[in-house]
């Protein structure tokens, strides 16, 4: 955990010392690298013996508590990327 933050702030002073520069390329690299994470959750998961029989006894709340979550902070991250985008177009 004490390595997740230490890279999270060392991100966040190098944004902040570099932040006149543009890097147009991150947006792109930052979106493959989040679908590549979710792929190889999903690949981790599946391989997983253990869990994939268990899918079974999780039942449709704890499935539908997944999906509609999941739901949500795809809509609050598009109305939040929508929100900034229009700041910076001014």
Same mark, same amino acid.
């Given at each position: 955990? $004490?390595?997740?933050?230490?890279?999270? /702030?060392?991100?966040?002073?190098?944004?902040? &010392? &570099?932040?006149?520069?543009? /890097?147009?390329?991150?947006?792109?690299?930052?979106?493959?690298?989040?679908?590549? &994470?979710? /792929?190889?959750?999903?690949?981790?998961?599946?391989?997983?013996? +253990?869990?994939?029989?268990? $899918?079974?006894? &999780?039942?449709?709340?704890?499935?539908?508590?997944?999906?509609?979550?999941?739901?949500?902070?795809?809509?609050?991250? %598009?109305?939040?990327?929508?929100?900034? %985008? %229009? +700041?910076?177009?001014?």
């Amino acid at each position: 955990m $004490f390595y997740v933050l230490l890279f999270m /702030f060392a991100g966040m002073i190098s944004g902040y &010392l &570099l932040r006149s520069k543009k /890097f147009s390329f991150l947006n792109r690299l930052i979106l493959l690298l989040i679908w590549l &994470l979710l /792929f190889l959750l999903g690949l981790e998961v599946g391989m997983n013996q +253990q869990v994939v029989n268990q $899918f079974a006894n &999780l039942g449709m709340e704890a499935f539908l508590i997944a999906v509609l979550g999941t739901l949500g902070s795809v809509i609050g991250a %598009k109305i939040l990327w929508n929100k900034i %985008k %229009k +700041q910076n177009e001014r």
